[in-house]
């Protein structure tokens, strides 16, 4: 008995086309009573009501497989991108059915009215796509896969139910990685705002002495080996390696404020992923560093090819804390631990001059054994508000201190640069391409 509701019963929902019909023929019995000639018309069409009910519902539950249905998720979620969710859907029925589609998506998207309508011929299959963006990572837990199919009479609706509880995780934002990776395959970094960093000078690693070929730096001749060889040849350089780059992440409250739904510590992780990805392919070495109030993770710097993996995973597990960083033990840490000079990206945010100043003695510590680079925010909100035109006396008040903030934000990139500490002031959304664009310029100056 149980099985048979839980197959013919719990799965029946009526349609509003045959609450329609029984309101019509309701109506018609009740115009019988004023109308005697309508005679037997009401019961006649209650019964053919009656009968195309039945008969939808054998259309309908016929056939214990008439639609077969799978959800398709990648097996791990990119975060702060767009990633392709797909249902797949085929109709066994001899006829065509008209489907509306819900899926039980994770609570952390906050989407409660995400469904699709489709229509099936008999024996086809169809493709439904749609994307989701997650905005933080974890792991994500979707439900089931709720379809409701009905048949062209379209009285009855069978619910079909597919799959079950599924968990994903949403990783660190490898999408971005991957487009990055791509474009600078095939050499069209430009296009995401890359730029193209002339060289000064060259890299002091001599590689080899070839030929000379149209568009060489005269400069690099070699004339002992020409004089030799009775031909053009020329010196070969190539580019440094081997160089570490840490990323340097602060977890502190600092980190929480969010922006277009992500907060900095995530656009911090999906940078630092981005940067050690292009360090990896510049054959440098990619470490990575967290801390807040204690010491979280430290990821010694290596080159090998299982690193990004240990990156990856490292990031994945980043939550941000409630307590202010602890600078002092961050260059205890650098001290003891990073021996080689090494090219140190701090992801941070300082609101105030003042917040620098109790930071600023550990800073110029280990910009004094290593290449310091800060990276920290712009509040982009308070951009936009400067922008806006003032009304009254209120919003004049408001922009004044929006911009007293705003100023002190280019006081603190002074004060970095008066003590030889390298430092970007950047949007959220523009982290990846200035922090990758500043790499590359400290790369081709030789800096690191």
């Known amino acids: 008995m149980k099985t048979f509701f839980k197959h013919y019963i719990a799965p029946l929902y009526l349609s509003n086309r045959l609450f329609f019909l029984l309101g019509t023929a309701a109506m018609l019995f009740v115009a019988s009573f004023f109308l005697p000639w309508l005679g037997a018309v009401p019961g006649i069409v209650t019964l053919v009501i009656i009968l195309l009910l039945i008969l939808d519902y054998a259309l309908?539950?016929?056939?214990?497989?008439?639609?077969?249905?799978?959800?398709?998720?990648?097996?791990?979620?990119?975060?702060?991108?767009?990633?392709?969710?797909?249902?797949?859907?085929?109709?066994?029925?001899?006829?065509?059915?008209?489907?509306?589609?819900?899926?039980?998506?994770?609570?952390?998207?906050?989407?409660?009215?995400?469904?699709?309508?489709?229509?099936?011929?008999a024996g086809s299959h169809k493709e439904i796509r749609y994307q989701l963006r997650p905005v933080k990572r974890g792991e994500y837990d979707f439900g089931l896969l709720n379809i409701y199919g009905r048949s062209p009479l379209g009285l009855t609706v069978r619910r079909f139910r597919f799959g079950g509880q599924q968990m994903v995780p949403v990783y660190p934002s490898y999408l971005q990685m991957r487009r990055f990776q791509l474009l600078a395959i095939s050499n069209r970094l430009s296009e995401i705002g890359v730029k193209k960093i002339r060289r000064i000078g060259h890299s002091m690693e001599f590689e080899q002495i070839k030929d000379y070929v149209q568009g060489d730096d005269i400069r690099t001749i070699n004339w002992k080996a020409t004089?030799?060889?009775?031909?053009?040849?020329?010196?070969?350089?190539?580019?440094?390696?081997?160089?570490?780059?840490?990323?340097?992440?602060?977890?502190?409250?600092?980190?929480?404020?969010?922006?277009?739904?992500?907060?900095?510590?995530?656009?911090?992780?999906?940078?630092?992923?981005?940067?050690?990805?292009?360090?990896?392919?510049?054959?440098?070495?990619?470490?990575?560093?967290?801390?807040?109030?204690?010491?979280?993770?430290?990821?010694?710097?290596?080159?090998?090819?299982?690193?990004?993996?240990?990156?990856?995973?490292?990031?994945?597990?980043?939550?941000?804390?409630?307590?202010?960083?602890?600078?002092?033990?961050?260059?205890?840490?650098?001290?003891q631990r990073i021996t080689q000079r090494s090219l140190v990206v701090l992801f941070t945010n300082f609101e105030s001059l003042t917040a620098l100043h109790r930071q600023m003695i550990y800073l110029r510590k280990i910009a004094r054994n290593h290449l310091l680079m800060v990276v920290f925010f712009e509040n982009t909100e308070l951009t936009n508000r400067l922008l806006q035109p003032a009304d009254n006396l209120e919003e004049v008040y408001t922009q004044t201190i929006a911009a007293k903030f705003a100023y002190e934000k280019k006081l603190i990139v002074r004060e970095l640069q008066h003590h030889g500490i390298i430092s970007i002031l950047t949007p959220p959304e523009e982290l990846t391409v200035n922090t990758v664009n500043k790499y590359l310029e400290l790369k081709a100056r030789q800096a690191i």
């Open 60 to 121: 309908l539950f016929g056939s214990r497989n008439g639609l077969m249905a799978e959800r398709v998720i990648p097996e791990r979620l990119s975060n702060g991108d767009d990633n392709p969710i797909s249902v797949h859907a085929k109709n066994n029925y001899p006829f065509t059915l008209s489907l509306e589609i819900i899926d039980e998506i994770p609570f952390q998207f906050q989407i409660r009215d995400l469904s699709f309508s489709a229509t099936l011929p």
């Open 227 to 335: 004089a030799r060889r009775n031909q053009m040849m020329v010196n070969s350089f190539t580019d440094e390696k081997s160089q570490q780059v840490y990323c340097v992440i602060d977890k502190s409250r600092v980190m929480k404020m969010p922006f277009k739904d992500l907060s900095l510590l995530d656009y911090a992780i999906n940078a630092s992923l981005v940067l050690s990805n292009v360090a990896l392919l510049k054959q440098d070495k990619a470490g990575l560093i967290t801390f807040s109030e204690d010491i979280g993770h430290f990821l010694p710097a290596s080159g090998k090819a299982t690193q990004m993996n240990n990156i990856l995973e490292v990031l994945y597990r980043q939550k941000t804390r409630y307590l202010e960083s602890d600078f002092e033990k961050l260059y205890t840490l650098i001290r």
